[in-house]
């Protein structure tokens, strides 16, 4: 089996470390939760959401990769990365950082390729020419997300989906846990 995985509240709880990021480049005192609830769309919609001119993008990348060194993987995530044959990331977030935080956790080896977005020169998700690149490679059965932009490109090259923590996009699985995805995935992906 082969997932194509996004990192940013899907492997990561990084959110938080995105928020205060977040909060830190407007300079002002905004509400958490609607930050949180706007990076949930997208970053691009956050930024003009609140103001903020998409040139501090650098900016706040700086802050983000500062703010989520304390970020933790999800609980359980260790158990499927080990029962899946060839986990695959696709993300906004720089290479080093993904690895900083893989590496800290030992999570490495469990990946055998990380696609870093704008790094290798692909349009942002939910453009599918990052997954298509990785379908290249590989078959992939699942991707896992936890936005409607990472799941959207997966729908459109006909993969399966798995929204992770979101109940609210469309995917053929949802989990609020990663305890629940070998019963729930595994045992069901002929669904």
């Keep these: 089996m082969n997932i194509l995985w996004d990192f940013d509240g899907?492997?990561?709880?990084?959110?938080?470390?995105?928020?205060?990021?977040?909060?830190?480049?407007?300079?002002?005192?905004l509400d958490r939760a609607e930050v949180l609830r706007w990076l949930k769309v997208d970053s691009k919609t956050a930024f003009k959401h609140f103001g903020i001119d998409e040139d501090r993008r650098d900016e706040y990348k700086t802050l983000d990769i500062?703010?989520?060194?304390d970020s933790n993987p999800f609980e359980h995530l260790k158990e499927v990365?080990?029962?899946v044959e060839n986990n695959?990331?696709?993300?906004?977030?720089?290479?080093?950082?993904?690895?900083y935080l893989l590496d800290k956790f030992g999570l490495t080896n469990y990946f055998k390729e990380i696609v870093s977005v704008e790094e290798q020169g692909f349009n942002r998700k939910p453009h599918p020419s990052s997954y298509e690149f990785v379908l290249k490679k590989y078959d992939?059965?699942?991707?896992?997300?936890?936005?409607?932009?990472?799941?959207?490109?997966?729908?459109?090259?006909g993969i399966k989906t798995v929204a992770f923590q979101n109940r609210d996009i469309e995917a053929d699985f949802h989990l609020d846990s990663y305890a629940e995805?070998?019963?729930v995935?595994?045992?069901n992906k002929s669904m």
């Design 10 to 29: 899907t492997l990561f709880d990084t959110y938080p470390a995105l928020v205060e990021g977040f909060v830190a480049l407007s300079q002002r005192d």
């Design 81 to 83: 990365l080990a029962a």
């Design 140 to 157: 992939i059965d699942f991707v896992v997300g936890d936005r409607e932009l990472d799941l959207l490109p997966a729908r459109q090259l």
């Design 88 to 99: 695959i990331i696709v993300t906004h977030r720089d290479r080093e950082s993904a690895n």
């Design 185 to 187: 995935v595994f045992e």
């Design 66 to 69: 500062q703010y989520s060194k």
């Design 181 to 183: 995805f070998i019963p």
